[in-house]
């Protein structure tokens, strides 16, 4: 089967983000780059009963090349993100807390240091049918830079060089979402500066060594 291991890991993704809470049934989607393929959960399909051989493959340009299932109707969203960036996953899904932060925000402000580990500052790409030529543009536009972007009135999208790290990076933008949402309800929260943010960057490339005890 062509890309058989990539299908398999996307089965097991599947459950996954079903598992975490990340996705309800049908409302996501995976993909996993190979050269100029792609394999792709299917169209309408829950994700935590995926089989590998339900899960179609196309090239790059958006041809069915195997599966008897047509691929995820975001499938023109995953193959724009796959055109501008070197990236080998991408993970879509509706999850709870990100789409609270896309349907009433322009971005996701920094008020946690995490938010680095997603390249920065999140934009929610402006709002456009799912599906469309345009989605795929506002989402590719909104993630210029960034292992993350929201999508207006809709979900999230992450992206990584394996499906592990495009999970763990869906898991880590639920997770900011969550807390900016939670702290939000108790004040106004505290968004960290550009100067704070160069200083976390800073203290990453330089972290402290520990002297070993002598004797
Ligand atoms: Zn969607």
Redesign the pocket.
Known sequence: MLLAEQRRLLCEYGRRVVGTGLVLGT???LSVRVGDLVAVTPAGGALDRLEPESCPVVDIEGHLVDGDLQPSS?TPMHLAVYASADVRAVV???STFGTVIATTMTELPPVHYNTLLLGGTVRVADYAT?GTPELAANVRAALDGRRAAL?AN??GVTVGGDLEAAFEAARLLEWLCEVYIRARSVGEPRVLTEEQLAAVVHRSRNPPRFPRREG
């Open positions: 409302s996501g989607n975001e879509h899904t509706h799912y999508l809709h979900g």
